[in-house]
Nanobody
Framework: VQLVESGGGLVQTGGSLRLSCAAS????????MRWYRQAPGKERKLVAG????????DYPDSVKGRFTISRDNAKNMLYLQMNNLIPEDTGVYYC?????????WGQGTQVTVSS
């Protein structure tokens, strides 16, 4: 099982990034997929979650209207489009897959938003 995030980097306030997560080794389409963020010295927090293409999407108020999660089951890919980034969005972003008692994590990708 592998989840490999990419697309992180350094961006100025107001900029955009698109994160990707490549999944392999499990039946991707069955899993609820989420993005989490862990800021320095803080706990990991959910920033976006979606079950199926076109299905329910959940966002915390802090990212609503700025972040969009999407998935391509044919390619086993998860995405996070992040617009209008602010310094508070800085952190390591993790891809998460969960189905019943099964839960997988990627290694994370760093996003740094400069003021």
């Amino acid at each position: 099982v592998q989840l490999v995030e990419s697309g992180g980097g350094l961006v100025q306030t107001g900029g955009s990034l698109r994160l990707s997560c490549a999944a392999s080794g499990f039946q991707f389409s069955r899993f609820t997929m989420r993005w989490y963020r862990q800021a320095p010295g803080k706990e990991r927090k959910l920033v976006a979650g979606m079950l199926l293409p076109g299905g329910r999407r959940d966002y915390p108020d802090s990212v609503k209207g700025r972040f969009t999660i999407s998935r391509d089951n044919a390619k086993n890919m998860l995405y996070l489009q992040m617009n209008n980034l602010i310094p508070e969005d800085t952190g390591v972003y993790y891809c998460n897959a969960i189905y019943g008692s099964l839960a997988y994590w990627g290694q994370g990708t760093q996003v740094t938003v400069s003021s």
